[in-house]
């Protein structure tokens, strides 16, 4: 699934990244808790939260994920943005709730982090 | 500078900055990338430098960083001045924390850090002092033999 269909399944908004938006999506993980990403997330990860500072840009960077959809309406501040456009990594946002953000993209297709097999990983 | 280091480089850290938290993390991932480090290893060691960084800057006052790559391996010795750890095997458990709503607020803080290096370096070795701090010691090989 690309980046801009997850956008119309999300009626997510794009903060930055307009030009990446067929990149590739093959995996999700959804945590408000960085912790939590750096210990399960994978790289090629799409990163859905509400954690909207700084942190969770530079959280998706160091595990390479492929974008980052913010849930509940927020949106990264400036220098997660700034970071963002550095390191070409899409930001979205999209206004549905955690839950539904990733119920809405399990019902796609789009497998959780969890469900990846060994060798996926 | 030991002839046999590829690059030896250190980095200060400042506790309690919040709002930098996480670049020299981000500074060294672009540099073992510049220095074209196997992608895993650059993965692992990000993420075990990251979080022994957010530590710092969540529960210490200051830590110097060095950073030792050599054709064998990279190493990291992490000190820090600070409150030091009373209790190692209890901070080693993943979910036990003393963090702060604060601390929570940036996305960490859930018990999850230590153990997360543990979990990614090839070798990894605390030592603590209550009253004076923390010392972490990771390495990450870089040849086949010491890979995870």
New interface residues.
Partial sequence: MTLREIKEILQAEVICGEDSLDTEITFAGGS????????FGK?GILLL?G?S????V??A????AKAIVYVRGKKPDE?GIK?AKEKGIPLLSTKLMMYATCGLLFSHGLPGVSSLSKEQQ | MNEEYILNQNFEITGGDF?N???I??SI?EILREIGID?SII?RA??AI??AEMNVVMYARRATLCLNINPEKLHFELKDEGPGIKNIDLAMKEGFSTATDEMR?????????L??IK?NADRFKITSTPGEGTALNMTFCLDKTGKK
């Fill in positions: 408000d808790l960085m912790s939590d990403v750096l210990a790289p939260t954690l500072n700084a942190q969770s530079r959280t960077n160091i595990i390479d220098e970071l | 709002s938290a996480g670049k993390s981000t991932k992608h993965i990000s993420i990251y979080e607020e940036m996305g960490f803080g859930a018990g999850m850090g153990p997360n979990k």
